[in-house]
């Protein structure tokens, strides 16, 4: 067993779009094997439907698969984009916080010169002092100033990281799923579809070929923003901790993998909302 995992961890690192995709395909497939057993049990089928089981499979392998591995490529290089923002907002709590010590400065001398005790002018006290601020003041610019390099906390980032996938990823794959698996199967449906095989004419079978996507596609979009409130919410309650483990633990090589083999479960949940018409 351990040498199998290690030969896997292997093909993943060598070909991780290809190892990607073909483990989505497997989860895709086993999902949908799991949603369909759950209906036979709740006595909404009599047998398995091989060909809808075949096309979420070929959906996780050509579709999912891709769509997971380039996501958590492009969200591990959040890293960079994070910490030039908080390098941003560190020098602009800097800078505002020396403006700070400067105001508070230029009003002592104001005061300073009411009382008749200094020069009139900022160059008239510096030149009677010998300096602008005083040991002590220097002593709060030099603290400010001296921070940490502006290392990115891993906090932050996985925070950052799970609110990306939850509110980016998690809220419009359900349409992307819905939609292409939709199609996909109103085109398998194609294959041994009686009322296509009465055409005789090459136009006719274009047209009614050209009817069934279109009402597909129409159909799917529906059926997504029907079904959207209850994927998102559902992924809400379960994802957030899912994926606070797969940040902290997981190595980034194995992130989508990982969230492939959580999705055997998953997608027994999509594919059984998506295929409910």
Known sequence: MF???RNYNRFIESKPLLANCATSGFCYGAGDALAQTIEKKMGKREKYDFKRMVTYGLFGLCFGGPAYYFWFKKIHHMDHMIKNFMIYKENKYVSN????????????????NKEGNTGTTVKEYIEKNGRFLNPEEESMIKKLVDVNDPIV???????IQILADQFIFSALYPFYFIMVSGLMMTTANLI???????????LEKSLYIFNKIRNSIKGNADNSVKKWPVIFSTDLMVWPVLQIINFTFIP???????VNFINIFWNSFLCYVGGEH
């Open 3 to 5: 040498h199998l995992f």
């Open 97 to 112: 916080q020396i403006q700070r010590v400067y105001n508070m400065k230029l009003k002592k001398i104001r005061f300073s």
């Open 153 to 159: 906390k891993s906090k932050t980032t996985m925070g």
């Open 192 to 202: 041994d579809d009686k009322e296509l095989s009465k055409k005789k004419e090459p």
């Open 252 to 258: 980034p090589h194995l992130n989508s993998i990982y």
